[in-house]
């Protein structure tokens, strides 16, 4: 994760910090520097035993690239990362991450964002959660698709 | 033509395999699904709503009325859920 | 920085990533979380020496603690931490930063635009600029105070 | 009432200190300013134009015409620039 690579699909966990660490290393002195992570969630009542997160190799490191390079079109960005795990994860492991660095934190803040609403539609990722009574995907939400419309 | 087929989630555990071959003239995704609702009855059960699928073609996300001459892989699966 | 504290205010450098995970660990299992660094750019032609920060000790620590509870009020947050710091600073180190942790990813990033947002106008830092030319006040800008007319 | 008095950034510099104690019976803050602004040459120039400062009562920023009955500090400094 220190060589600079901007698309990064992997099934270990990561170390957020670590990330974004080797992140700020590429930003060639950018004032602003946005990250976002998503973690597994204890949810339904806590009885969340994993995460398992199916993906589409080729196509997935395909829609994260263009979803990237649509977001340095748009703000005017030193540098953007995405990152995110895909098959076993267990209850508060990291599940993926954005990084955006700007000279303006209105662009690293937006493109942070932007990537998060893309990502979340336009990203060949499927969650299925497995609790005790079972295991279920996870369905996609309205707003998901409505959040793009605000770009 | 020769079309390899992905199937992603629930898609792929309804029709037990993530991927087959099929010969066919389809020229559209729709026309696509038509065949494959032919196939076989859990074929037909999966494909059933398409308002729950998605596909993709070489990779590239496309709508229902798609054009598919030429592809190599078409692909179904749900709405996405990564994030 | 790994003991909780939520509001800190020093002079020496810090860790981002450091920061960022010792932040995550007091999340309580929020599904996502933002965070928000502002580095010392290279800025006019690359001939800033260096940043001066002044602050108004005692007034900051209140001033950031009330901005802080405002977001926990405001939004849906499971933590925030605000981190900034004074004194003398190198071009490319890290300025201040602040991290947000919430169930829905809306809230964590309207809690850290706010945050930033509060953090320029409303807590007591005053930025001087030291180059080959001589050092100067930065001049606060119509939009910080136009920034605070959103929420 | 005694009043101690604190100075930020370029007012700091301006007047040659970041704290002064005064005896005054101003009420408000622009009473107080009023009465520094007669204090020298160098007051007078620094509180000129009060859109550039502004103020805090006992570390609580304030408006121009905020009350002072009972503070035990006041400070004047420029719009903040941090973040």
């Known amino acids: 994760m220190g060589d600079g690579k901007t698309i990064i699909v992997q099934a270990a966990p990561f170390d957020m910090g670590a990330v974004l660490n080797a992140f700020a290393e590429t930003t060639d002195g950018a004032g602003a520097i946005v990250s976002f992570c998503g973690v597994v969630r204890d949810v339904a009542a806590g009885d969340l035993e994993a995460m398992v997160i199916e993906h ?3 196509m997935t490191e395909k829609a994260l690239a263009a979803i990237r390079e649509d977001a340095l079109n748009r703000f005017s960005l030193s ?16 599940i993926m991450m954005v990084a955006t660095a700007a000279p ?8 942070a964002e932007f990537l998060m609403d893309y990502l979340k539609s336009r990203a060949p990722f499927w969650k299925k959660e497995i609790t005790g009574r079972g295991a279920e995907w996870v369905a996609a939400q309205d707003d998901d698709e409505a959040a793009l419309r605000r770009w | 033509m020769m ?15 993530e991927r087959e071959a099929v010969e066919t003239d389809a020229a559209t995704i729709g026309e696509l ?17 398409m308002s729950a699928i998605r596909a ?3 990779q590239e996300l496309v709508a229902m009325d ?15 859920t990564g994030g």
């Open chain 1, 56 to 58: 589409y190799p080729g």
């Open chain 2, 66 to 80: 798609a054009a598919i001459g030429g592809a190599r892989e078409v692909a179904f699966f749900p709405p996405m």
């Open chain 1, 104 to 111: 303006h934190r209105s662009d690293a803040f937006a493109a």
């Open chain 2, 33 to 49: 699904v038509a065949e494959l609702r032919a196939k076989s009855d859990r074929h037909a059960h999966v494909f059933a709503d």
């Open chain 2, 56 to 58: 993709a073609v070489d």
């Open chain 1, 79 to 94: 540098a953007a990362l995405i990152l995110h795990r895909y098959g076993h994860l267990a209850p508060r492991e990291p």
């Open chain 2, 3 to 17: 079309l390899e087929l992905r199937y992603f989630a629930w898609l792929r555990e309804r029709l037990g395999t």
